[in-house]
């Protein structure tokens, strides 16, 4: 059933969730440097699935102030990913509302390529579905990829969400090619987290 969020800024969110080796935080006007620094680090791996992988410095910026600007009005809760032995950022993780009215909300990705293949994906991506069940009231949390990213794949199947299907010819790559688009999700009655995540 549908339910009626008539002021969705009003909706209480969180300073930080804090994991086994990661902190997910809202992003900060302050975290320039250190995306930036990781986009330069991770462009080549980055580049055939995100478009911003080529931004300019003033784009980022932009960006980010939308972002921040959006965790406020709760258009898009847009996170830092830390990593809680450095305190460096890691990587980005956004939660996307598809609609406050039925519980439906999308995560989308993405890590610095040195911080690549130490599960710190797969338990940020848990935090923010706990977080989104449990507290946002979800009916269904979603992830989407490109049907070539392996890596991005991996997350969702690792983590025990239900594969739905592929959209074929779904959206056009970075490089204009037509590509598809694997499904991923979790709903309320799932069980979650039926096996432990990978540390890989």
């Not at 890691?90 to 999308?106: A, D, H, P, Q, T």
């Not at 991005?152 to 010819?169: D, K, N, W």
Request: proline share 6%; aromatic share 10%; charged share 25%.
């Amino acid at each position: 059933m549908q339910r009626e969020v008539p002021y969705p800024s009003q909706i209480p969110l969180f300073d930080e969730l804090i994991g086994e080796r990661v902190i997910v935080r809202p992003h900060r006007l302050d975290d320039f440097d250190e995306l930036w620094e990781a986009i330069q680090q991770s462009r080549d791996e980055l580049r055939p699935w995100l478009p911003f992988a080529d931004q300019s410095e003033e784009q980022l910026r932009d960006w980010l102030a939308h972002v921040v600007a959006k965790w406020i009005t709760r258009e898009l809760l847009g996170m830092g990913i830390v990593e809680r032995a450095t305190g460096h950022l890691i990587g980005n993780i956004g939660l996307m509302v598809r609609g406050w009215n039925i519980g439906s909300f999308e995560i989308g990705y993405w890590q610095r390529t040195s911080a690549a293949g130490h599960g710190y994906m797969s338990e940020a991506v848990r935090l923010v579905t706990d977080f989104a069940f449990d507290h946002l009231d979800a009916n269904r949390v979603m992830i989407r990829c490109d049907a070539e990213n392996a890596r991005s794949a991996a997350v969702p199947q690792r983590l025990g969400f239900t594969p739905e299907g592929c959209m074929r010819r779904d959206f056009a790559a970075p490089n204009g090619a037509i590509r598809d688009t694997l499904v991923f999700s979790m709903i309320r009655d799932d069980p979650r987290w039926p096996a432990a995540p990978a540390s890989h």
